[in-house]
């Protein structure tokens, strides 16, 4: 886990409001950038992903960013819902090799 | 089935126990996973199998730990003369193709070492 690094740790964000979750790496191998969303109980699962072709992704209220020189991405979520609230890790890899995790950003989205 | 099963929920074993977990993988799905997940960390990364072949057992913390898919479906990760460090949840997880792609996690059986 040393070569991902998430910040912040944990991240309170009131209702409409946008939160921001960032993902440094230091492998240059890595080319498949993915979030994933962890409910409490739960398995993961995957939130959303980019390829290092493009430098931003979005499906719906999710969007990623991502910043090849800087060894970068981030997770932006608009219009955030009580509903986002779970802890959220960043995954980077490479097709030869297994994901290494981020140690998470618990989001807790106010009422 | 629907999605990744894992069985049983929730273990409890006094330290020194041997003990098995079950993991059956979506139908279909070429890589299992087997990840451990501390709490308030993320999933760390254990073993690898591609059908019945494991390709890669580089996390297994010790020899204590084995994990096997025979029939390149159903796997079982066993922990013999389990201690308290390793108490945890260990997630399975099964992919179509190979390590890169979209993993389907199921929901974990969380051990606990007394």
């Known amino acids: 886990q040393q070569q991902v690094k998430q910040s912040p740790q944990s991240l309170i964000v009131q209702k409409g409001g946008i939160s921001i979750i960032n993902c440094a790496y230091e492998?240059?191998?890595?080319?498949?950038f993915p979030w994933y969303q962890q409910f409490p109980g739960k398995g993961p699962a995957l939130l959303i992903a980019?390829?290092?072709?493009?430098s931003e992704k979005k499906e719906g209220r999710f969007t990623i960013s991502f910043n090849k020189s800087a060894k970068q991405f981030s997770l932006h979520i608009m219009d955030s819902q009580p509903g986002d609230s779970a802890t959220y890790f960043c995954?980077?890899?490479?097709?030869?090799?297994?994901?290494?995790f981020g140690k998470g950003t618990m989001l807790l989205v106010s009422p | 089935g629907a999605g990744v099963s894992q069985s049983p929920r929730y273990k409890v074993a006094k330290r020194g126990q041997d003990v098995a977990l079950r993991c059956d993988p979506i139908?279909?799905?070429?890589?299992l996973f087997w990840y451990q997940q501390a709490l308030g960390q993320g999933p760390e990364f254990l073993t690898y199998?591609?059908?019945?072949?494991?390709?890669?057992k580089s996390g297994l913390p010790s020899d204590r730990f084995f994990a096997e898919r025979p029939e390149g479906s159903v796997s079982t990760l066993k922990i013999q003369r389990t201690q308290q460090e390793d108490s945890a949840v260990y997630l399975c997880?099964?992919?179509?193709?190979?390590?890169?792609?979209?993993?389907?996690f199921g929901s974990g059986t969380q051990l606990s070492v007394l």
């Open positions: 997880a099964s992919s179509l193709g190979g390590r890169g792609e979209k993993l389907f």
């Open positions: 199998f591609q059908n019945e072949a494991q390709l890669d």
């Open positions: 139908s279909g799905h070429v890589s």
């Open positions: 995954a980077p890899n490479s097709g030869y090799s297994t994901l290494t």
């Open positions: 980019i390829r290092p072709d493009v």
């Open positions: 492998n240059t191998a890595f080319d498949y």
